[in-house]
């Protein structure tokens, strides 16, 4: 059973910066796309950011120019560099991954337990 493990959640004053970093547990065979969402308390889950095997990526218009998504393929890491962080950031952070875990298995998308981030004033 594939698990994403996410750490790098915490605790920053606004203005701050966080690094979130995600990987799956065991063996895997292939990754097309990873990503971040996130969930504040009251709200639905949403897009943060997401990139592709071919590092092609894409950002929630609220974080672009200050939130940087990377992957390092041969560690199958997918990362979230956070900076000047707002309060309106707080939310639990979702790492997610569409992966096929061996050779002929079907790409599935997982879903990790989650990270709390907190911004405060």
């Known amino acids: 059973q594939v698990q994403l493990v996410e750490s790098g959640g915490g605790w920053v004053q606004a203005g701050g910066s966080l690094r979130l970093s995600c990987a799956p547990s065991g063996r895997i065979f292939s990754i097309n796309v990873m990503g971040w969402y996130r969930q504040a308390p009251g709200k639905q889950r949403e897009l943060v950011a997401t990139i592709t095997s071919g590092s092609r990526t894409n950002y929630a218009e609220s974080v672009k120019g200050r939130f940087t998504i990377s992957r390092d393929n041969d560690k199958n890491t997918v990362f979230l560099e956070m900076n000047t962080l707002k309060p309106e950031a707080t939310a639990v952070y979702y790492c997610?991954?569409?992966?096929?875990?061996?050779?002929?298995?079907?790409?599935?998308?997982?879903w990790g337990q989650g990270t709390q981030v907190t911004v405060s004033s």
């Open positions: 997610t991954a569409n992966l096929k875990y061996k050779f002929g298995a079907a790409y599935q998308s997982y």
